[in-house]
């Protein structure tokens, strides 16, 4: 099971770190990613941080300015958001999946295990 957390409000500009650890088990072996969703839209890819190669791969909307890494033990896995734009407002997810070829790897239907979500509210 994942839990996501780190969430809240911020103004146009600051930072947040969401984390999500994995309960009972490391990420060690699996893809992990980030999405996020707004009210009657789908998910939508955000950052992946691959177990194989340890490559990143982030969307367009936020490269340079979210990271994805995981710590040490490979229980967490953190997503830095900086530089925050009031459309980053969502509700935000990880997600693990079974390492998923790099040209489908921002596709939300690769990931069977999700977490339960953490609104980031971002103020203009």
């Known amino acids: 099971q994942l839990q996501a957390s780190g969430g809240g409000l911020v103004h146009a500009g600051g930072s947040l770190k969401l984390s999500c650890a994995a309960a009972g088990r490391p990420f060690s072996g699996y893809t992990v990613a980030w999405f996020r969703q707004i009210p009657e839209k789908g998910r939508e890819f955000v950052a992946a941080?691959?177990?194989?190669?340890?490559?990143?791969v982030y969307a367009n909307s936020v490269e340079g300015r979210f990271s994805i890494f995981r710590d040490k033990s490979e229980t967490t896995v953190y997503l830095q958001m900086n530089s925050l734009k009031p459309e980053d407002t969502a509700v935000y997810y990880c997600?693990?999946?079974?390492?998923?070829?790099?040209?489908?790897?921002?596709?939300?239907?690769?990931?069977?295990?999700w977490g339960q979500g953490t609104l980031v509210t971002v103020s203009s």
């Open positions: 997600a693990t999946g079974s390492n998923p070829i790099l040209s489908a790897i921002r596709s939300a239907s690769m990931y069977r295990d």
């Open positions: 941080s691959r177990w194989t190669t340890g490559r990143t």
